[in-house]
């Protein structure tokens, strides 16, 4: 399966690398394309995986397309719509998938730093344990990226689930994970 990654360069999210690292017919897109290239690329691949910071309203481009405030935005969901399979990782994706109808696998607000961790009121955690979350996340998708999404999705649950019992920022994360298919919309 030819899979597109967009993963806007941004140190602070280098964490989510080893999700896309076991794919084996990958493009890896950072910055630097237009809007049309961009739609282009999606057009010729069969999973699109976008990784970031983001809204409800899209993937932001943190400076790396073109001036561009967001990656993806609506203007894309034409295109995202005809993929059934794909991943939108990003703070909020779950909004967007659901505005814009989309099916895949999907992150509500996700808590990736301690400044978003103050912001939701876990005053007594430390980068040690948002780490420990956002490590595991990633080497859980990363290790069933290459299986049907709802294995991905289902291995998923159950071992960030097993971290989620004794970490509060996976716990949290855990509880706004979605999977979105084309008859149902499933939230934990």
Known sequence: ??????HPKDITTNFLKPIYAPIKDKTV??????????????????????????TPMGLLSVGQF??????????????LSEIEDNIYIWCHASEFMTNNHLNG???????????EANYYDF????????????????SIVGKYINEPIEILYGNLISNYGSLASENP??????????YNTVMSFVEI
Do not use: C, P, Q
């Open 1 to 6: 399966m030819k899979t597109l990654i967009i």
């Open 123 to 138: 005053g007594d955690v430390d980068w040690d344990i948002i780490d420990e979350s956002n490590n595991r996340f990633s």
């Open 66 to 79: 073109e001036g561009r405030f967001f990656v993806i935005d609506d203007s894309f969901s034409d295109l």
């Open 169 to 178: 920022i996976a716990r949290f994360n855990l509880e706004r994970l979605y």
């Open 29 to 54: 897109i950072t910055g630097g394309v237009s809007r049309s290239e961009l739609r282009e690329l999606i057009k010729s691949h069969h999973r699109v995986v976008m990784l970031g910071h983001g």
């Open 105 to 115: 696998f999907g992150s509500g607000m996700f808590i990736s730093e301690l400044e």
